[in-house]
């Protein structure tokens, strides 16, 4: 499968965006998908994740109550809303599949190239 994220760019903080993830070459809803992050000189971290069908959700702490992802498998096309944005926030953004409902990147096989989101305060 191919994933192709989009939406990323530079927004003042408290603004919002919203990233995509286009899948192709693959049946979106036969995989579990995760949003991740990585700032610059630190390891990547997990931000959200959902299952096949859209009924569970999870999201990391840091972000819980400002960021929700969703999925439209007609579609293809998994989202993350990012709502009240903070400079700690800046990062490249990337989309992952995988088959376990879990934050761990290493249950993902696959990725997309990123997209970057940089807050100014």
């Known amino acids: 499968v191919q994933l192709q994220a989009s939406g990323g760019g530079l927004v003042q903080a408290g603004g919002s965006l919203r990233l995509s993830c286009a899948a192709s070459g693959r049946a979106l809803s036969s995989a579990v998908m995760g949003w991740f992050r990585q700032a610059p000189e630190k390891e990547r971290d997990f931000v959200a994740a959902i299952n096949r069908s859209g009924s569970s959700t999870y999201h990391a702490d840091s972000v819980l109550g400002r960021f929700t992802i969703s999925r439209d498998n007609d579609k293809n096309t998994v989202y993350l809303q990012m709502n009240n944005l903070k400079p700690e926030d800046t990062a490249v953004y990337y989309c992952?599949?995988?088959?376990?409902?879990?934050?761990?990147?290493?249950?993902?096989?696959?990725w997309g190239q990123g997209t970057l989101v940089t807050v100014s305060s």
């Open positions: 992952a599949a995988g088959s376990t409902f879990t934050g761990r990147p290493v249950a993902y096989n696959y």
